[in-house]
């Protein structure tokens, strides 16, 4: 009996491994901190397993602070192909533009378009799904008036585009951040909506970012 | 007969003199080209002639290519105030927010409110009418996705608050520009609608600061 | 008897009075610092105290965290000029600098020359003997591979023509941390030496600050 | 005759081209510029010429204007893998530094080195033998007040022990060019000793690049 058991739950297992999707988060600081108790990745297992979805899914977080999209690129042989992932999110950006202003280090916006397509062509051409995503905010006002609105708002235009012409999901979080925010920060305050410091998420920010990203990640075929 | 029409003329010189409103456009290279034979000054004095006012004002430029809040305010001594004008109009600001990006040199936000609320107290201590001019554009697209849209809404969000608290007559540029582009720029061009370099006005820039102008101008008392 | 003392106390308070040369330093975070128990305002006083020169002077900080060299112009009527000083040490130049690369709002060198021959200017006209320092270090390291040496360089070479073309003291602490960090900076470190974080002194700092400004005071007639 | 003469041409070619080292120079607008007729490549084909030694190499310019080490990096494969060449010179950094300032788009230090570390290591591994030269000068300045001189010292320090590291040959540009300019500029100018604009080569300037790198080329076993 004991045996028998065991036996088929070596099978269940080998069953169940074959078919759990390799899903790997791949980006900055906010994905790092995504891994954390109340972090995105996390709260995304999480939706998993009250979908009863679990058994169906592996969630790595690949993230390093201070990454921008080149960045991406240089470690990705590594952090990324090496792991065979079924699925991987695109989260990248905020360092992008926001490095310009804080350390003159931010990416120009025709390297961008160069690094992060070849990104996206060396994942596609190994088969595996991606799936992308816009930086959401550097600040939270919601009249455009933060200082790097202007560029956040091209980088996640060119993400979008970027989406469309390759017929790639996107998870289009800068929308919802600013959806969100104009139901909820009538006051046009800076931060404290959904971060806590302009950029890194605070516990709803990471709820929002989980919901779509799990929402994408379901409809990954 | 000839030295009574001479002392007629001086008569009514000595009267116009007396009666034309001295009016200073103060601010940086934008108002220096506008004196220019199609600049926004040259056409405020062609709608004034047009409205059969033009006996009724004498415009000066007082603009100067790279100047910030700072800069008005250290030459408002010798440029303005020595002048005795009845109007300023302070139209600064593109390059306290441009030079950030360009020069490193841009001024921060709460140093540009101190400074613009000093030059402007300076002006109305004098009992001189002042009219506020919110920077136009750095960068004509609609979508809000101009590197500098944040700071630029930032700083005319400023001016216009300052406007209302100080009951100061303000010529909203920004707005003016963003609705015109809003119906003349389908291809969300960067350039060339009411500038020529994203920054500077053609043509058709010219006249409608200067139809802005002029209208508050008219409206002074 | 106890009149008599009284009397003597008003009459040598008087004589100190009027004797007392008030001496103000103008200046940034590191000014605002320099007040503080072991910052070099106390120690210039410390110093005074030890030479028995103690009853000539009274030392007064007028230092605010991130000012420029066009905020001490902003504030010199208030701050400096209307409590008469005999003496005013202008030590600005580090966020003029240092803020192009932080925040993007660092000061033109052309406008630098032109607000700090402002500041002198009103000073002088006062009959205000001015010294003059220059900004000391944005990193320690002594090969010249600090990010911001080549513009420290450069405007100081500035304040030292100032100084020399309007026969004014100089303090030139650019040249004494430099001295000094060769002969205590073996491994070429970028804080540490003189300094805490790259800007701000330590206690060794703080007194090479004070030793070389008590120097230029002493000497100042 | 004819036909025997014309066998030995082709003898003669085929041999030479067996032999011939392929040079390619790796680097941004100023190598991009050295195949122009006074270029810093076509002069050192001149000397090649001048030394007999002509037919030993092939030299090819692989330069692109605003290129920074990681855009070497992306487009090593196809500009210089591709081409199988015996001898490559990366001679980038300009940029990494310059458009901090004037982009907000400049290389982090860490990034650049680990981007160079990865440019170098792949050419290495190829059986390429590789030579680094060091970013010569964004201003001519000799007293180190050009407002880069700070970061191109110290990129510059990494590239030249990276180079002693890696045992790789080093073409010290920065510290020929300073040579020269302590010699040859006596009135600190800023521009016009070896370049047309702080950074671009002028006839003097492609000479000693030139110069340098042909000593390096011949030098490489």
Same mark, same amino acid.
Do not use: C
């Given at each position: ?49 009250? +979908? %009863? ?8 977080? $690949?993230? =390093? *602070?201070?990454?921008?999209? /080149?960045?991406?690129? #240089? ?49 596609? +051409? %190994? ?8 930086? $959401?905010? =550097? *600040?939270?006002?919601?009249? /455009?008036?933060?200082? #790097? ?60 970012? $989980? ?11």
């Amino acid at each position: 009996m004991k045996f028998l058991s065991l036996a088929v739950l070596f099978v269940l297992m080998a069953f169940t491994q074959t078919t759990r999707k390799k899903v790997i988060f791949f980006g900055d600081s906010i994905t790092q901190a995504g891994v954390q108790p109340t972090g995105y990745i996390t709260k995304v297992g999480e939706m998993a397993t009250r +979908d %009863k979805l679990a058994d169906g899914y592996e969630f790595i977080g $690949a993230g =390093i *602070g201070g990454n921008k999209i /080149y960045d991406l690129y #240089l470690r990705m042989d590594d952090d990324v192909l090496a792991k065979s992932p079924d699925i991987v999110i695109v989260y990248i950006g905020v360092n992008d533009v926001w490095h310009k202003r804080s350390l003159g280090t931010g990416t120009d916006y025709d390297k961008f378009e160069k690094f992060y397509n070849a990104v996206v062509k060396k994942l596609t +051409d %190994k088969g595996i799904k991606v799936i992308l995503a816009t930086p $959401a905010v =550097i *600040g939270e006002r919601t009249d /455009y008036s933060n200082e #790097l609105d202007g560029d956040l708002n091209r980088y996640s235009a060119l993400i979008r585009s970027i989406a469309e012409k390759s017929k790639l999901q996107l998870v289009d979080l800068r929308k919802a951040f600013l959806d969100y925010s104009k139901a909820n920060n009538p006051e046009n305050k800076e931060q404290g909506i959904l971060t806590t410091d302009r950029v890194h998420l605070n516990e709803k920010g990471n709820e929002l970012v $989980a919901s779509e990203m799990w929402k994408a990640i379901r409809n990954a075929k």
